[in-house]
């Protein structure tokens, strides 16, 4: 087993633009991460999303430290994540840049605790925050779960991104 500082010399010597390009081909779907700061929709795309635990129900994100959005978003203890379908890549880039209106065009209602929703997303899960990590350049957020849209409720396939690229499920069959 390597020690901490055997594993920090080890991971020093990783590329970072290898590091990205080999985890590319990872496929991952991808999220929109909202809330709203008195009145004001805020949001930012996230890829990094995931299911943590069943009892008590929870979920998982990870945000770059240099996020401006998610400070603001912590500040409030509460988010939505709206997990894209396939027609809404266009939503990924707009919510992806930063210093432009990223509402811009964007059809939303609230959620019971004022989380905006986005129109046609596959699905939503709204949450408080339970925990909140350092890890690297991130912080892994953990969100308790206490509004959800059920998974059959969506028509559509989710938007997924592999090898720089935006992708969609094509059946096997």
């Known amino acids: 087993m390597n020690t901490p500082s055997q594993l920090a010399e080890h991971t020093s010597t990783i590329d970072a633009r290898r590091f990205r390009d080999t985890l590319g081909h990872y496929a ?23 299911s943590v635990s069943v ?22 203890g509460k988010f939505a994540v709206n997990v894209l379908a396939h027609h809404q890549h266009s939503i990924a880039n707009q919510f992806a840049r930063s210093g432009t209106d990223k509402w811009a065009g964007i059809t939303w209602e609230p959620t019971s605790s004022g989380n905006p929703i986005l ?13 909140e990590y350092e890890a690297g350049d991130h912080f892994i957020v953990v969100g308790a779960v206490n ?3 059920s998974a059959d409720a969506g028509q559509s396939e989710p938007l997924l991104f592999f090898k720089g690229q935006y992708r969609h499920l094509q059946s096997t069959d």
């Open 28 to 50: 991952s779907g991808l999220t929109i991460v909202t809330g709203d700061d008195d009145g004001e929709p805020l949001g930012f795309t996230c890829q990094s999303f995931y």
């Open 147 to 149: 509004e959800l849209i």
């Open 119 to 131: 129109a046609d997303s596959l699905i939503w899960i709204d949450c408080t925050i339970h925990a």
């Open 55 to 76: 009892e008590p129900p929870l979920i998982s994100f990870s945000v770059m430290k240099t996020s401006t959005t998610y400070p603001r978003i912590r500040s409030t």
